[in-house]
């Protein structure tokens, strides 16, 4: 079946660094479009950064453009989301999505 598993979330300050990764399985990872999403509290859930099966094509949220990058490493069926300058608005449980599937999710929060 089906397996998204996000890892690498945690505490950081203002200003720091996070890489997200998906481990994905069950389905064919290198043709497929994979998204991340987060939420925070009290917030609906919204669409962060999408990118598809070959890395030619990339969307990222306007407020975290500059900022996040997501990329993929399809030999290893793992989606990344690296996470720079962080700020405490960037706070949520963060989810990797393919097609109607949803990971776990994982939280980041960003704090001093």
């Known amino acids: 079946q089906v397996q998204l598993v996000e890892s690498g979330g945690g505490l950081v300050q203002p200003g720091g660094s996070l890489r997200l990764s998906c481990a994905a399985a069950g389905f064919p990872f290198n043709t497929a479009f994979m998204e991340w999403y987060r939420q925070a509290p009290g917030k609906e859930r919204e669409l962060v950064a999408r990118?598809?099966?070959?890395?030619?094509?990339?969307y990222t949220l306007d407020s975290v453009k500059g900022r996040f990058v997501i990329s993929r490493d399809n030999a290893k069926n793992t989606l990344y989301l690296q996470m720079n300058s962080l700020k405490p608005e960037d706070t949520a449980v963060y989810y990797c999505?393919?097609?109607?599937?949803w990971g776990q999710g994982t939280q980041v929060t960003v704090s001093s």
């Open positions: 999505k393919w097609a109607l599937n």
């Open positions: 990118i598809d099966g070959v890395s030619t094509y990339t």
